[in-house]
């Protein structure tokens, strides 16, 4: 990670009984992300302890655009995208951040 780095925070919903399937699905899609794409430079994910239906991944990218715009058209997200609505029960939340202090 660098300090300039985009953080990028996605917050999905499993479906009520789907939270297996949704982090396994997670867990290999992260995989292939950073595997495939050099411009993500670091990928967490987390599930909530009192509602393993709700997932969070903390992502850095070298920018905003390198995630908005070719992360998002690849034939490894473009296949999660169509099998979500299976087992996640919106589509995510995305907001971006930038690193402003360490301690």
Same mark, same amino acid.
């Given at each position: 990670?660098?300090?300039?780095?985009?953080?990028? @925070?996605?917050?999905? +919903?499993?479906? %009520?009984?789907?939270?297996?399937?949704?982090?396994?699905?997670?867990?290999?899609?992260? &995989?292939?992300?950073?595997?495939?794409?050099?411009?993500?430079?670091? @990928?967490?994910?987390?599930?909530?302890?009192?509602? %393993? &239906?709700?997932?969070?991944?903390?992502?850095?990218?070298?920018?905003?655009?390198?995630?908005?715009?070719? =992360?998002?058209?690849?034939? =490894?997200?473009?296949?999660?995208?169509? +099998?979500?609505?299976?087992?996640?029960?919106?589509?995510?939340?995305?907001?971006?951040?930038? =690193?402003? =202090?360490?301690?």
């Amino acid at each position: 990670m660098n300090p300039t780095d985009t953080w990028v @925070i996605i917050r999905y +919903r499993a479906q %009520p009984g789907c939270a297996d399937t949704a982090a396994r699905e997670l867990s290999s899609l992260v &995989t292939t992300v950073r595997e495939r794409e050099p411009d993500c430079t670091g @990928i967490t994910i987390v599930q909530r302890d009192d509602d %393993p &239906t709700d997932f969070t991944l903390i992502e850095t990218w070298t920018s905003r655009e390198a995630y908005a715009g070719p =992360h998002l058209e690849t034939p =490894h997200i473009q296949a999660f995208k169509a +099998r979500a609505a299976d087992f996640m029960a919106a589509p995510p939340e995305i907001t971006y951040w930038t =690193h402003t =202090h360490t301690a």
